[in-house]
Structures are given as structure tokens and as C-alpha cells.
């Protein structure tokens, strides 16, 4: 809501492409308010029909669609599976900047017991020891390697990223980037 309401205000164009594993909402870039209030409203209300997660459809779809070089900020966790091609063709054709949005409290496993964890998308539950130091240890492990690969492909395909944490403020982040860029 506060990109799109910061490119209303400076009187460009805003759209949206809502996504899961494939393209799930398409409302093309226009210009004014009503607009932006209409994509606001598309956001609160979307419910996907898919619970995958892929950022290759979406990011060809961009490139496909979008004729004119445009700047598209692409908000997500990117926990996904690998995006590297898609990601190189859609920056070459356009402006991308990446927002990772994530939670502290996902990249640190307390120690809590067993607990039971399911996996969102495909619905596999599995029970784990938190309270084993190595299992949290290598939880925190993965979290830092994938944090450290989507940084390192976003820098190799020249994509401008901020990370955003959930609990944080997301004001500053955004300020710092629009800094830096």
C-alpha cells in the first residue's frame, strides 16, 4: 500500500501481479487513486487457490506482459525453488527491486520440546526435538544459507534488495534503499 500510494503521488502508473506458483491476479498499471485503492483492496481480499510457490512464472509473466521498461518491486519471502534464469531475463528488461520480507522468529528455533512443524504448502507434518542444540543449529544454518544465496543471485542480476523483517519497522529499510538507489 505505501509503494503504491507513493507512485500515485508522484503521478506514475501502478499494478499488481498476485502469485503462488503460477500467476493468480493480474490488474495492468494504470494511473489515479481509484486505482490504487482498487489494488489495495485486491490485496486485503486475495485468497490464492494454489498453496505452491514459485517465482518463475511470475517473473516471465512480468516480462512478458510488461512491453515497456518499468520498475517492479517483487515483495516475498523467495523461499522458493531456484529463479536464477527467469530473474536474469526479467532484469534485463526491467527495473527490479527485491523486498524480502521475513519474520526474526522463523530464522530462530527456540528450544521448546517437541514440537510438531507442517509444512504449508504441501501439508507434511513432522515432529522435532527443539530442544537438541545441533537440530537448531542447523535450522539457523539453512536460514542464513538462504539468505546469503537469494542476496548473492539478486546482486549477480543486478537486482536492488532491503530486507524487511516483519516486527520491524519498514519505513527505514525502504528510505535506505531509495538512499542507496
Known amino acids: 500500500a505505501v509503494l503504491a500510494y507513493s507512485v500515485v503521488a508522484n503521478n506514475d502508473k501502478v499494478g499488481l501481479i498476485l502469485f503462488s506458483d503460477r500467476v493468480e491476479k493480474y490488474i495492468p498499471p494504470k494511473k489515479g487513486r481509484g486505482h490504487m485503492l482498487r489494488i489495495i483492496r485486491e490485496m486485503i481480499d486475495f485468497s490464492p487457490v494454489s498453496k505452491g510457490t514459485s517465482m518463475n512464472d511470475p517473473l516471465r509473466f512480468l516480462s512478458n506482459v510488461i512491453r515497456k521498461r518499468c520498475t517492479a518491486f517483487i515483495l516475498s519471502d523467495f523461499m522458493a525453488p531456484p529463479f536464477d534464469e527467469a530473474l536474469r531475463i526479467a532484469s534485463g528488461k526491467h527495473d527490479l527491486v527485491a523486498l524480502?520480507?521475513?519474520?526474526?522468529?522463523?530464522?530462530?528455533?527456540?528450544d521448546v520440546g517437541f514440537v510438531c512443524i507442517a509444512d504449508p504448502e504441501t501439508g507434511t507434518e513432522k515432529w522435532i526435538d527443539t530442544s537438541s542444540a545441533k537440530i537448531r543449529n542447523e535450522y539457523s544454518s539453512r536460514w542464513r544459507d538462504h539468505d546469503s544465496r537469494i542476496s548473492a543471485s539478486f546482486r549477480s542480476c543486478g537486482v536492488d534488495m532491503a530486507m524487511i523483517n516483519t516486527g520491524d519497522d519498514y519505513i527505514r529499510p525502504l528510505i535506505s534503499l531509495f538512499k542507496h538507489r
Open 100 to 110: 524480502n520480507i521475513s519474520d526474526r522468529r522463523e530464522k530462530e528455533m527456540p
